[in-house]
């Protein structure tokens, strides 16, 4: 009888794997896609919040986070809509040790790893390009400008003393002048503008 040699089968399942597996990756991954939003988008911001907790009659306890991400981070006391939302879940009896052993924090951890994901940082495809829209006139940015101050509830003053403390020679003329389109605004002046009141151009 002659020996056959059977070569080795190289090909790769269509099973999925298994679900602790693409966790641990998922985790792996988080680090990645964290400092990758951060690199495009240094003023965005991802936040998780918890939706449910549920406590198993043996004991165990499941964790539902929620996460949402934003492309620049909302100013305090205003609603704005995520650019991505995600959820994800942690158990204490979950077959992944680093889970069952901080179940929360790697919920939170895995549901803004999602939400970065579903904005498309990291996600396995083409890197994607976020269109912004451009304004056409000095006219256009003031109205941005003051529509994102009515929104955060700021008053020409207000705005302008906020400016001020940043260093800016800013008052409610200076802000006036801008939102009226008779004041061109400078890139920095935009970026402080996002962080104060949320303003996108």
């Known amino acids: 009888m002659t020996d056959i040699d059977i ?8 099973l999925p794997k298994p679900q602790a597996t693409v966790i641990a990756d998922e985790i792996v991954r988080a680090a990645e896609r ?27 306890v499941t964790y539902v986070m929620n996460a949402a991400a934003y492309l620049v981070r909302p100013s305090i006391g205003t609603v704005s809509r995520p650019d991505a939302t995600a959820w994800a879940q942690g158990s204490t009896k979950d077959e992944n040790a680093i889970i069952a052993g901080s179940p929360l924090e790697s919920a939170d951890t895995i549901a803004r790893s999602r939400a970065l994901r579903n904005l498309g940082i990291l996600d396995g495809s083409e890197p994607r390009t976020v269109k912004i829209r451009e304004p056409q006139s000095d006219e256009d940015i003031g109205h941005d400008v003051c529509m994102a101050r009515n929104r955060s509830q700021i008053v020409q003053g207000e705005l302008g003393k906020l ?5 800016f020679k800013w008052s409610q003329a ?9 004041r061109q605004l400078r890139l920095i002046e935009a970026q402080h503008l996002a962080e104060i009141i949320g303003f996108r151009t």
Not at 36 to 50: D, L, M
Not at 163 to 167: E, V
């Open 163 to 167: 400016m001020s403390d940043r260093g």
């Open 7 to 14: 070569p080795e089968d190289t090909r790769k399942s269509r």
């Open 174 to 182: 200076t802000v006036s002048a801008v939102e009226n389109g008779e």
């Open 34 to 60: 964290f400092a990758a939003f951060r690199e495009q988008y240094p003023n965005g911001y991802v936040e998780a919040s918890i939706d449910r907790v549920i406590e198993h009659p043996d004991g165990n």
